[in-house]
């Protein structure tokens, strides 16, 4: 369903976190992902804060792209709450990113 990784989702999330020392970082890391990451970011962010629902994934996912009007690194980036609305979509897709996030942390 994802085009993109539990552990890339992780290490947005991480980031996000942080955004204030590593907003570059962030910015560098979400450029050098693909349009498809990128949109399932966006759409994952949408279904996190309610959006959309879960069941409406590929809704959001050609939303995204149809209505990208800036680009994606900018507008996640402006995102209030962005790692809470990623976690959130996760779940509401039946996944988590936490064991990701805690093997980043630890430097695994």
């Keep these: 369903m994802l085009e993109i990784t539990l552990t ?3 290490n947005v999330i991480l980031m996000a976190r942080e955004l ?4 570059g970082e962030l910015r560098a890391f979400l450029e050098r992902l693909t349009e498809e990451e990128q949109t399932d970011l966006v759409a994952l ?3 996190g804060r309610g959006s959309f629902d879960a069941d409406e994934f590929q809704e959001a996912r050609a939303t ?3 209505e990208a ?7 996640l980036i402006g995102t209030p709450h962005l790692p ?6 996760l779940e509401e897709l039946g996944l988590s ?5 805690d093997d980043l942390i630890r430097g695994g």
């Design 45 to 47: 962010m949408w279904i």
């Design 8 to 10: 890339k989702v992780a």
């Design 64 to 66: 995204a792209q149809s």
């Design 84 to 89: 809470d609305h990623l976690e959130s979509g």
């Design 69 to 75: 009007t800036v680009p994606t690194p900018d507008y």
């Design 20 to 23: 204030d020392r590593a907003e």
């Design 97 to 101: 990113a936490l064991e990701e996030e």
